[in-house]
């Protein structure tokens, strides 16, 4: 039959075969269409039955009855193949509804605050792993939805889903990937084989709810989305406020199903925030070691900090140091300082703990680590100076001295064959790399650039900048005002961390001297730079500094560059011909190294306050430029970072640059960079040549474990030299600011969308009251949906061909008997 809607006729079968009438389906009006042909229908009839009634007097009625069902059999095949029958084959595709789980992965759910079953002072991950491996939540949503789990914690990934009624686990493919970052790989594997522990891993440095929100919400434009569940503490940093999308999730008809993690009480947390220790040191020095405390909750008690050393495999950690820490407010910072001295050769391993209470919400935090490289290397110093003043000839004595030290001279207007107390004597500035390269430090006094040719000039801005060399530069009467107005010497004016006058005036000519002395006047970079410091307490040094009496000169510069470091100024207020006093103490960072200005060579000064005191400064000076060359570590090439500490999650950019023997950029199209975790393991991964720069190598390197990671790579044409870098990975401070469980907002977002808030893993695992678990408080809503087949070719050439038949073979019979009765 012919349905008055649809006009098909439907197969009761597991697929739909369907049969209908093209030209009805095609009319505008279908009903007028189908009235307007049952007329002509009938009106044919009619004709037929009054042509055959007018003929039946000369015919017998069987036969007359014969003709006329003849000529309507005719008639109705005409029309039923004018209507274009046709079949086609359906399918009915119920779909079922589908739940999406969210759980927090940040790093706030490795706070210690939670219990489920038995366990107690479990942390939110392990207490959600636990939750989804012994309950029966997922359970009872995939017995009546399909299930999609998803995490969040900055990057989202999908890491199971279930069809209705099966509870299997699928990892998720890079296709399926969405917005966010997806996890890697398509395989199968049972439920009960997923290690929740390892998947809820709480690594995240930031919390994006609402961000995964929007994302799961746009799902219910695609199938029956017919709830999401939460499972956070609520705090959100990152993206999106999630009380944004409750009218995307009323427009959606998707309530919001809110778990409550964390504690609601204030937090209490101590943590290690930073482990500060030099990357190099040399046996027997005095070395200092910081470590950075941050104390939540704890108001008017009292911890210790202890500080453990290890050097060489397979050997104890013995204790160095032990601190007590008061805590006086609800939250305070405090800096401790620790003293060791190494004895051997060797790389020292630190550790700093913190004894805390039972009460701490997060151990994690209660330790940091630390290496030091103990080195016997000496520090290769050059001094360069056009005469023997009294500051060169006691640095030069004093580095000579250190054994820690090799040190040459180059006098410029020195005779030939002159007699100096150093290592090397050199008559001119080093001409080719492999000579100028080997230096660790320059010294230069009052310095004549002048001497030195294009290429020699070019050679030292290339040392500075690509080898990290480390400058020190102390200004003169003689020669320094000469040089500064040379063209050919802009590259040295460009290492220097100050702008100079660049004009002679009758003002400029008065501004070096005094006939008194003048204190530096520090600013307060300055009075916090621990290579400026005198003695071993701030109080001390500012001490012996108030007691130094200060220089009687300062060569006239316009003032510093800008991005440099002013450490000091002159402290003669008649000097200067700006409204600051000019600058005597400043730094700048030159490409990889560092440049470090005085404006007057006065500093043995302090020898009148104390004789050890010029050793100390120009020691402490020199050790703080050549750190570039420490992180170095070979002469061959150095492995840069842009810092030393980074954050959990965080994508660390390597470059490194790299020379041959005879110190040409080493080329290659990959080098081996060998990096070993917090956990001991090792990997390697390939450093790619950069383009543009013949003799550096660009990589990128995530870390994702709170600790110590060490870089390792293999110097070039060298068998067993490696260049090594530490690198320190804390745990960010956003996910830490804030870890209260956020009550209001789980409520709002379950109560506005027509969800419930649950307070507890236990509750949304067993219910409580009124309140249904959480596996069973959602219904389905699947959907069932025809899929439209194609129309079958072969039935419409067959009932066609035989509508043929019929029609040609009534007419040919109508034909036929009424030429044997002689009607034509």
């Known amino acids: 039959m012919i349905s008055t809607t649809s006009y098909q006729l439907i197969a009761a079968t597991s697929d739909l075969t369907t049969y209908q009438l093209e030209r009805l389906v095609e009319a505008d009006d279908p009903r007028s269409f189908l009235a307007l042909l049952v007329i002509g229908l009938v009106l044919g009839l009619l004709f037929v039955i009054w042509q055959y009634g007018r003929e039946s007097s000369s015919l017998p009625r069987s036969v007359a009855v014969l003709l006329g069902f003849l000529r309507i059999v005719a008639i109705a095949g005409a029309v039923v193949f004018f209507l274009k029958p046709t079949k086609r084959t359906d399918q009915m595709i119920i779909e079922d509804s589908q739940v999406t789980v969210l759980v927090d992965v940040s790093q706030s759910m490795a706070v210690e605050d939670e219990t489920y079953g038995d366990g107690k002072g479990l942390t939110r991950s392990e207490a959600v792993a636990d939750l989804l491996t012994d309950s029966q939540l997922l359970k009872g949503l995939s017995d009546q939805h399909d299930v999609s789990v ?13 069809k209705r009624g099966e509870f299997t686990a699928e990892k998720q493919s890079d296709g399926d990937a969405r917005s966010k970052e997806e996890a890697p790989d398509f395989t199968e594997q049972p439920s009960s084989s997923l290690d929740w522990k390892t998947e809820l891993k709480p690594l995240g440095p930031t919390t994006n709810l609402g961000d995964v929100l929007a994302d799961a919400l746009e799902d219910a434009s695609r199938k029956p989305l017919v709830g999401v569940v939460v499972i956070s503490d609520g705090v959100n940093n990152s993206g999106v406020a999630p009380a944004d999308l409750t009218e995307m999730a009323q427009a959606n008809e998707v309530p919001i199903y809110t778990v409550g993690l964390g504690s609601t009480r204030p937090r209490t947390n101590l943590r290690l925030q930073e482990l500060a220790a030099p990357p190099r040191a040399y046996p027997d020095d005095k070395t200092k070691v910081r470590a950075i405390v941050h104390a939540e909750g704890f108001r008017n008690r009292s911890f210790t900090v202890e500080l453990f050393a290890k050097q060489g495999e397979g050997s104890p950690a013995t204790l160095v140091g032990k601190q007590t820490l008061d805590i006086l407010s609800d939250a305070q910072t405090e800096s401790l300082e620790f003293e060791i001295q190494p004895t051997e050769v060797g790389r020292i391993e630190l550790e700093a703990r913190i004894n805390a209470p039972t009460d701490d919400q997060y151990a994690g935090d209660n330790s940091k680590r630390a290496e030091i490289d103990v080195i016997e290397t000496a520090t290769r110093v050059l001094l360069v100076a056009s005469g023997a003043t009294r500051e060169y000839r006691f640095l030069r004595n004093q580095l000579q001295r250190d054994r820690h030290t090799t040190v040459d001279v180059l006098l410029q207007l020195s005779t030939l064959g002159i007699s100096q107390d150093a290592d090397e004597v050199l008559t001119d500035f080093p001409s080719e790399k492999a000579d100028l390269f080997e230096y660790d430090c320059i010294v230069a006094f009052d310095p004549d650039w002048t001497l030195l040719d294009a290429q020699q000039v070019q050679l030292l801005e290339n040392w500075v900048s690509e080898q990290a060399g480390a400058l020190i530069l102390i200004a003169g009467p003689i020669h320094t005002a000469a040089w500064v107005q040379s063209p050919e010497h802009a590259p040295i004016r460009g290492l220097y961390p100050i702008e100079f006058q660049r004009r002679l005036t ?39 500094w108030a007691e130094f009496p200060g220089v009687y000169g300062c060569y006239a510069v316009k003032g510093a560059k800008p991005g440099a470091q002013v450490y000091g100024r002159y402290s003669d207020p008649d000097a200067g011909i700006s409204v600051e006093r000019p600058v005597y103490m400043a730094e700048q960072f030159y490409g990889s190294g560092r ?107 995530s870390v994702n474990l709170q600790g110590d990671y060490r870089l390792e790579l293999p110097a070039p044409d060298s068998v067993d030299e490696l260049i090594t870098r530490r690198l320190g990975v804390s745990l960010p401070d956003l996910e830490f600011e804030q870890t209260r469980r956020n009550v209001d907002l789980l409520a709002k977002l379950a109560e506005s969308t027509g969800g419930r808030y649950y307070s507890s893993l236990r509750v949304a695992a067993e219910g409580v009251d009124d309140l249904r678990p959480l596996g069973d408080a959602i219904e389905s809503r699947a959907e069932t949906k025809i899929m439209r087949g194609k129309v079958s070719k072969k039935y419409s050439e067959r009932i066609h061909l035989t509508l043929l038949g019929v029609i040609a073979g009534a007419l040919s019979l109508e034909w036929l008997l009424r030429r044997l009765m002689k009607l034509a």
């Open 595 to 701: 440049v470090f200005y005085l404006g007057s060579g006065e500093m043995w000064r302090l020898r009148a306050v104390d004789p050890g005191l010029l050793e100390r400064f120009y020691t402490q000076l020199i050790r703080h430029t050549t750190q570039g060359r420490l992180h170095r570590g070979s002469s061959r090439g150095m492995l840069l970072i842009a810092r030393d500490e980074y954050t959990v999650g965080e994508e660390v950019p390597l470059r490194a640059q790299l020379r041959t023997a005879s110190q040409e950029p080493y080329l290659a199209k990959q080098v081996a960079l060998r990096v070993t975790d917090p956990q001991g393991k090792s990997q390697t991964m390939g450093l790619m040549a950069d383009e543009n720069r013949p003799g550096n190598f660009l990589g990128q390197l």
């Open 150 to 162: 998803r995490v969040f914690g900055g990057l989202t990934r999908r890491i199971a889903q279930w």
């Open 506 to 544: 009758l003002l400029d000519d008065g501004i070096y001297g005094s006939t008194t002395p003048w204190p530096i006047e520090f600013s307060r970079a300055g009075e916090e730079a621990g290579f400026l410091s005198l003695a071993d307490s701030s109080e001390e040094s500012r001490a012996l």
